[in-house]
């Protein structure tokens, strides 16, 4: 489960509003949805709020995490795979995000499985159930887009 969205209004009003020049935050938005096929709401608050107070703190962070991201020696689908492992090793709450677009880059289920297992074998049984976990609510989101309904 996501946590829930900002109140962007509340924050242009008490805050301050986006004042990066290099990207509009739609730009910046679009990036991820592009990866994960939404803007998950901790990162479409960090891009609104430190849009607003530190601007150029947000493009350094935007470029740092595009070029560790996306490194040359790896497709999209396997830094996907790999970052969706390592966040389940801690059982962090990110996980299910790179699940998701590890799926989008094109990852199998027998893929997705097989990181699962390999976080099992050094994090134990907490790591295979919430990876099962994080899967069946991944086909959930998959078969509920495919029949036109909004993902939760």
């Known amino acids: 489960m996501l946590p829930p969205r900002v109140n962007v209004d509340i924050v242009r009003e008490r805050i301050g509003t986006y004042?990066?020049?290099d990207q509009t935050a739609e730009e910046?938005?679009?990036i991820y949805k592009d990866l994960?096929?939404?803007v998950p709401p901790r990162i479409e608050a960090r891009i609104n709020v430190t849009g607003a107070l530190d601007p150029t703190l947000l493009e350094m962070q935007e470029k740092l995490r595009a070029h560790a991201m996306y490194p040359k020696c790896f497709d999209?689908?396997?830094?996907?795979?790999?970052?969706?492992g390592m966040l389940l090793m801690d059982l962090n709450d990110a996980a299910p995000l790179h699940g998701i677009a590890a799926r989008r880059a094109g990852a199998t289920w027998e893929e997705m499985q097989a990181v699962i297992s390999l976080a099992f074998l050094f994090r134990g049984l907490s790591a295979a159930n919430r990876g099962a976990e994080i899967l069946a609510n991944i086909a959930k989101r998959e078969a509920d887009e495919e029949a036109g309904a909004r993902p939760a």
Do not use: D, H, P
């Open 19 to 21: 004042a990066e020049q």
């Open 28 to 30: 910046r938005f679009a």
């Open 36 to 38: 994960i096929g939404f």
């Open 76 to 84: 999209v689908k396997t830094a996907q795979l790999m970052l969706f």
